[in-house]
């Protein structure tokens, strides 16, 4: 939420969500790595595609590492916090898994989260807030939706397959950005597009490295 906040235009607010939809991937490797999951060669290639695409989309279409520090370096603090926040959701889920015994919490962490941002506006923290009808709607409908996921999100890597649920996920950036676009009236490049829909891709050869693994340690009956 920070991200976002912190964020500066349309397009930018996006750019910062794109980094932060590596956490599909990023569940996948830190489940094979923690929870005994088994995947073969092709998580490393599809690893590399989602990185690669979120480096392509925040470096405007050019695969430039100086291009990419310049414009991460415009609004450093925004693009960390969506780093941060995708490891933060990658953990969570591992680790909700791991220790949850079966009960969600994420009513509690919510209410949290709302009682802790509520404060920071109470105090006056950021920039003089102009309140809009659009604001107000965004808030409701932007808070009701955040809730009702995360409660869903967190009841099925405590009782479902967690890289089936992952992989439910991977479309996630392509609906986020058509919303985005609507909503926010960003004007969204073509190599944008391209780099959204290569995470996307990669997210998925990720999650097929993990279903090909299984099915190649099935003993034949």
Same mark, same amino acid.
Not at 90 to 110: A, M, P, V
């Given at each position: 939420?920070?991200?976002?906040?912190?964020?500066?235009?349309?397009?930018?607010?996006?750019?910062?969500?794109?980094?932060?939809?590596?956490?599909?991937?990023?569940?996948?490797?830190?489940?094979?790595?923690?929870?005994?999951?088994?995947?073969?060669?092709?998580?490393?290639?599809?690893?590399?595609?989602?990185?690669?695409?979120?480096?392509?989309?925040?470096?405007?279409?050019?695969?430039? =590492? =100086?291009?990419?520090?310049?414009?991460?370096?415009?609004?450093?603090?925004?693009?960390?916090?969506?780093?941060?926040?995708?490891?933060? =959701?990658?953990?969570?889920?591992?680790?909700?898994?791991?220790?949850?015994?079966?009960?969600?919490?994420?009513?509690?962490?919510?209410?949290?989260?709302?009682?802790?941002?509520?404060?920071?506006?109470?105090?006056?923290?950021?920039?003089?807030?102009?309140?809009?009808?659009?604001?107000?709607?965004?808030?409701?409908?932007?808070?009701?939706?955040?809730?009702?996921?995360?409660?869903?999100?967190?009841?099925?890597? =405590?009782?479902?397959?967690?890289?089936?649920?992952?992989?439910?996920?991977?479309?996630?950036?392509?609906?986020?950005?058509?919303?985005?676009?609507?909503?926010?009236?960003?004007?969204?490049?073509?190599?944008?597009?391209?780099?959204?829909?290569?995470?996307?891709?990669?997210?998925?050869?990720?999650?097929?490295?993990?279903?090909?693994?299984?099915?190649?340690?099935?003993?034949?009956?």
């Amino acid at each position: 939420m920070f991200a976002v906040y912190f964020s500066v235009g349309g397009a930018q607010t996006l750019e910062v969500g794109m980094v932060n939809y590596l956490w599909p991937a990023l569940t996948i490797v830190f489940s094979v790595l923690l929870t005994g999951v088994k995947a073969n060669f092709w998580l490393i290639p599809g690893l590399l595609i989602c990185i690669s695409s979120v480096f392509w989309i925040v470096s405007n279409g050019e695969f430039s =590492l =100086l291009r990419f520090i310049a414009h991460v370096t415009e609004n450093p603090l925004s693009y960390l916090l969506a780093l941060g926040a995708a490891l933060f =959701l990658t953990l969570y889920s591992i680790f909700t898994k791991l220790w949850g015994r079966g009960q969600n919490f994420s009513t509690i962490i919510l209410a949290l989260d709302s009682i802790f941002f509520a404060f920071l506006w109470i105090a006056g923290f950021g920039d003089d807030t102009v309140v809009t009808v659009k604001g107000v709607v965004s808030l409701l409908v932007g808070g009701f939706a955040i809730g009702l996921a995360y409660g869903c999100w967190t009841h099925g890597v =405590l009782h479902g397959n967690i890289t089936v649920l992952s992989m439910a996920s991977y479309f996630t950036p392509v609906m986020s950005c058509v919303f985005g676009a609507i909503w926010l009236g960003a004007q969204l490049s073509t190599s944008f597009w391209i780099g959204s829909l290569f995470l996307v891709f990669g997210s998925i050869v990720c999650w097929f490295s993990t279903k090909e693994a299984s099915a190649g340690n099935q003993k034949p009956k």
